[in-house]
């Protein structure tokens, strides 16, 4: 894949903020990967909340 400079700092960017720290027994690669993964699970999800957004939804008052 093919980024430009904005978009490679935005996703470099969103995964290091779950870098938290690394395991003694993790690599930094192992711990690259583990924060990729929960970032996208954590995308996916923001997707399927956004998919499921009705216009009904728009005013109604958060619980």
């Known amino acids: 894949m093919s ?5 490679h700092a935005r ?3 969103k ?7 690394r395991h003694p027994t993790e690599t ?3 711990e690259f990967e583990k924060a990729k993964a929960e970032l996208l699970v ?18 109604k008052k958060p619980s």
């Open 3 to 7: 980024l430009n400079r904005y978009e």
């Open 11 to 13: 996703i470099k960017h």
């Open 15 to 21: 995964i290091d903020g779950y870098m938290v720290g």
């Open 28 to 30: 930094r690669e192992q």
């Open 42 to 59: 954590n995308l996916k999800r923001e997707i399927q909340q956004v998919e499921a957004f009705a216009y009904a939804d728009l005013n």
